[in-house]
């Protein structure tokens, strides 16, 4: 991705308060489900147009520049096109999949899942350019159809349409979020890049150079130590 795209280090999306993992799933959605669109099942992601769709030197045409909807809590570095894929490998997402990334960035997550798997997502992102700048891409990359990037605090959005959640947070963050993940149907996978979940064991972890890859699966029953 060009520098001159984002002009500067763009701030992305955190914050919120964690609430309490209810003793039933009784999940009450904070706003309203984001909707997707109906794909048919044998659907093949088009041809990607560009070699590398993060190579666009200019954002899309149009709007006016708005302010976050409050100060980010992390500063926007995206995750390596290597450890996405690992991401993408472990939890083994395809075309029956809804994948939620959490402070989208440039919706590469999202993108890369919808051109190489078919997979449907929704990129959730507190910093309007870079919703505005992921939405570029991926109608550059001809999966505008199968992902949308939304403007919104990841702790008051609505998850519960996901079978997959990506992270690239910190570990107070992924804290401060364990329990609305945990809140998710059972077998929903979780999967963060470098960061994990304290006593949240993870049931698979990859070393892909530098980075560490961790996936969870949210369980039939809540142990007691992570209902504190």
């Known amino acids: 991705m060009a520098a001159a795209a984002l002009a500067c280090l763009v701030l992305a999306a955190c914050g919120g308060a964690p609430a309490d993992i209810p003793a039933e799933r009784a999940a009450t959605p904070e706003s309203d489900p984001v909707e997707l669109d109906a794909i048919q099942a044998d659907t093949t992601p088009p041809a990607v147009p560009l070699s590398d769709p993060w ?4 954002l899309a045409p149009g709007g006016e ?45 999202n993108i890369t899942a919808a051109r190489e798997h078919g997979t449907r997502g929704v990129g959730i992102e507190i910093d309007p350019l870079l919703v505005d700048y992921a939405r570029h891409v991926a109608a550059e990359a001809g999966v505008g159809h199968l992902v949308n990037f939304v403007e919104d605090d990841m702790f008051e959005a609505d998850l519960s349409q996901a079978t997959v959640v990506t992270l690239y947070l ?3 963050l992924n804290l401060r979020l364990r329990p609305k993940l945990l809140s998710l149907a059972p077998g929903t996978r979780i999967v963060s890049h470098n960061y994990h979940m304290d006593d949240w ?28």
């Open 201 to 228: 064991r993870p049931d698979e972890s990859r070393q892909v150079g530098e980075s560490v890859v961790y996936l969870w699966r949210v369980p039939e029953e809540i142990p007691a130590h992570l209902r504190e």
């Open 55 to 58: 190579a666009t030197t200019s």
């Open 65 to 109: 520049q708005r302010e976050p909807l409050r100060e980010p809590d992390v500063i926007y570095h995206p995750t390596p096109d290597e450890v996405v894929a690992q991401m993408l490998d472990i939890a083994d997402v395809g075309p029956g999949d809804v994948l939620y990334d959490l402070g989208a960035g440039d919706g590469r997550i």
């Open 170 to 172: 910190l570990p107070d």
